[in-house]
């Protein structure tokens, strides 16, 4: 039986533990920035929070869970850049 780790929709445990590490420390930064009552910033953050729940749990399954963590990375840059263009909307109209 070949372990966990070495499946195809895997990570070795060291890479998921520097991910959720990553993932944290950004988290942070980025909820200093973000407005707490906006719509679309209250998504991202709730997208950053599932994301560091889903590498601490390939940490805590001692797995990687690949497949996973890179779908989170990719719907946190979808809705990163819609916050980011709304701004740079309102920004541009003066407000």
Known sequence: MVPSTYAADAIALPEA??????????????????????????????????ARETAQRAIDKKQGMATELDLSADLIVSQSQKVLKTEWDRVKSGE
């Open 17 to 50: 533990i520097k991910r959720y590490e990553g993932i944290t420390l950004k988290e942070e930064t980025v909820k200093l920035l973000l407005n707490p009552t906006g719509p679309e910033h209250i998504k991202l953050l709730r997208l950053m929070k599932a």
